[in-house]
Nanobody, 122 residues
Framework: QVQLEESGGGLVQAGESLRLSCAAS????????MGWYRQAPGKQRELVAL???????NYADSVKGRFTISRDNAKNTVYLQMNSLKPEDTAVYYC????????????????WGQGTQVTVSS
């Protein structure tokens, strides 16, 4: 069984920083891409940042220059450093990972975390 466990969400004021963490655990053979998505009230879920196993990254235009995604392959963990937070960053943030489980090492599946609330007050 594979599980993505998130931590680091909370309530902060505009301009402050927050760091999200997400660790993939369980019967994992290989973790490929990892990323963060978010969904605000009344909006569709959107990709915030993505990082490949090789370290390539991409970001939503709205967070470029403020957010940084990174990963620790030895820990199967992805991080999202969020600086200069704005009220419009308020959303539920979801960890996502594309990985190959031990039961099917040549295949890959996409797994989701349960979501963590990030609230930025003005």
């Amino acid at each position: 069984q594979v599980q993505l466990e998130e931590s680091g969400g909370g309530l902060v004021q505009a301009g402050e920083s927050l760091r999200l963490s997400c660790a993939a655990s369980g019967s994992i053979f290989r973790v490929n891409d990892m990323g963060w998505y978010r969904q605000a009230p009344g909006k569709q879920r959107e990709l915030v940042a993505l990082i490949t196993n090789g370290g390539s990254t991409n970001y939503a235009d709205s967070v470029k220059g403020r957010f940084t995604i990174s990963r620790d392959n030895a820990k199967n963990t992805v991080y999202l450093q969020m600086n200069s937070l704005k009220p419009e960053d308020t959303a539920v943030y979801y960890c996502n990972a594309d990985l190959a489980p031990l039961r099917a090492t040549t295949l890959s599946f996409r797994y989701w975390g349960q979501g963590t609330q990030v609230t930025v007050s003005s």
